[in-house]
């Protein structure tokens, strides 16, 4: 008897009855839970939250992490970007 096939104790030691039904379509629609978990993320988030100031902060912080490199950083920078690895940022004026 195979692992995928045990046989309880009290069984016969017999193979269970293919079945012989056809597939079922199984659907369940989550457009309802969906609109509940985005009002409930946009709630936690707050009346103040600005996705605009929040996306600039973003870029800003970006910006800063790839400035003040110092050459050979500069240089795996560069590679990263000649390959499109990285996007192209800032302009790298920012204190390191």
Known sequence: ???????????????AAVSESE??????????????RRTHALAALGPDWDPVAA?????????????????????IYDELLAAGVLPRRGGGDAAA
């Open 1 to 15: 008897m195979s692992s995928f096939d045990p046989v309880l104790p009290g069984e016969p030691d017999e193979p």
């Open 23 to 36: 597939p079922v379509d199984f659907v369940v629609d989550l457009t309802a839970h969906e609109m509940l």
């Open 55 to 75: 996306l600039r902060g973003e870029e800003e912080a970006y910006d800063l992490l790839y400035s003040g490199l110092d050459a050979e950083q500069q240089r």
